[in-house]
């Protein structure tokens, strides 16, 4: 039998605990497969690191100077280049703005018409250009970016804190949707599902955990949020699939 629900999604709150560490990664597989160069210096990040607090190991951050030593990330190998930043608990919850440059100012991502503006994952800085936002989190997270782009180059969820490990055949509709939202997904015993509703940061904005039945379940939610897109996590039976959703009210 086909068990339908209709729940209302509840807000989350996180508490700040002490220095959190936040792996920025980037892929520059498409970049360079656009025609672009990789400069001398490789890849660096810019952003307001030092109003953060922010450090590269024990080395204090420098505000938007990718040319600065420490801002300097790590080729990993596969076009995949890394740094890990270090944050006091007093940052916890600040906005840390960034982007990912090859080499210098110059050749940076954020420009006009750049997909961080049109995915929803970006400010204008007011001069045409835009910046990466993170809310800086309370415990340590690792996100992987497509280079101007708001997700993984293979369109999956930016956030490494977690590892996919199967499909429960999940779909979602309508999608887009105004707030409405039929969540469907297979469940191989009767049990609690955990449905998390994430930002393009992987950061957690509402979580259902309801009731499910061994097979086909259908969940009616609410998704009470900012307009945006969102991946929705499906966790049941040890099973976990993601799917991204457009929410437009």
Known sequence: MKKTLTLAAALVASAAFAQVSVTYKVDITDYLGAGATLGANGMRIGGNFAAQGATNGTNAMVDWS??????????????????????????????????????????????????????????????????????????????????????????????????????????????????????????????????????????????????VEAGANSIKADLNVANGTYFVEVVVDGMKSVKRVVVSH
């Open 66 to 211: 990718p040319s600065n030593q420490y801002s300097a990330m790590t080729d990993e190998g596969s076009n995949i280049w890394a740094i890990t930043v270090s944050y006091p608990a007093s940052a916890v919850g600040a906005t840390q703005l960034y982007k990912f440059v090859n080499n210098d100012w110059g050749t940076n991502e954020g420009g006009t018409g750049t997909m961080i503006a049109t995915d929803n994952c970006g400010l204008d800085d007011g001069g045409g250009n835009i910046n990466r936002t993170l809310v800086v989190p309370a415990a340590n997270a690792a996100f992987l970016f497509c280079y101007d782009k708001c997700f993984q180059c293979n369109g999956s969820s930016p956030s490494l804190t977690s590892v996919e490990l199967a499909a429960t055949e999940l779909t979602m509709s309508p999608n887009p949707t105004s707030g409405a939202v039929s969540i469907d997904f297979s469940a191989r015993a009767a049990g609690t599902a955990t449905i998390n509703v994430m930002s393009l940061l992987g950061q957690s904005v509402m979580v259902l955990n309801p009731a």
